[in-house]
């Protein structure tokens, strides 16, 4: 399911509208456009997870930071929650963040 409420799927759209031009128009276009996103690093890695664009290199790159920062917390509720979140949103996301942390 997309979102989980109006506030979610609104950013999974705004998420979407973002890597969408960041594939046509470049990843320069838009990467300032998500510093804004970044001070809610669990919901921006949620809404990429629910995204369902190609998969650019904005969006791994994306994916492979914030998830790093998350498994670098210490063990919490939230933190497993993402996680089993992004799972069950894609399971392709986990593993793109996964490969980042490992690299």
Request: net charge neutral.
């Amino acid at each position: 399911p997309r979102g989980g409420g109006g506030g979610a799927s609104s950013s999974v759209d705004l998420v979407e509208s973002l890597l969408m031009l960041a594939d046509a128009e470049g990843v320069d276009a838009v990467g300032p456009l998500f510093e804004s996103l970044r001070g809610q690093p669990r919901e921006l890695l949620l809404a990429l997870a629910q995204s369902k664009p190609t998969w650019g290199p904005l969006r791994r790159a994306l994916i492979a930071e914030l998830f790093q920062g998350l498994v670098e917390q210490p063990p919490s509720a939230q933190r497993s929650e993402t996680i089993k979140s992004m799972w069950a949103a894609s399971q392709s996301a986990v593993l793109v963040g996964l490969l980042g942390v490992y690299k």
